[in-house]
């Protein structure tokens, strides 16, 4: 027992660190979120383009133009218990925006993002 116990008190002392991943794209194509924020009613395609870049793909619906722009992408965080066991938590994030055209210009635009992360303790 006492070697139980001077082993956790041994591992304590390593204590713990976290090693943040980096988010990198693994789907669709990468854009840049607060660029993509900053598209508004009224802009033209080709001023989208000089500040998102090319859409993932273009379609037509009735008398509009649909432009989509999708990117999903992962991370992956490391945490070593006890200075030795790795514990690695992945974080996987998708987003699809939808940009509606009517007359070469941007009338609606849709954002969808969802989130995938590792459960804490106690969730």
Sequence with gaps: MKKIALLLFAMSLIGCSHVPGVFRTV?????????????????TSEAVFRLVGRPVSISEEGSRIVHRYYMVREKTDTDRVAGIVPIRKKTTEMYEVLLNYENGVVTRKQLTR???KPKEKGE
């Design 27 to 43: 789907d669709g194509t990468a854009f840049d979120l607060e660029r993509m924020e900053q598209i508004q009613p009224g802009m």
């Design 114 to 116: 969802s989130v995938e």
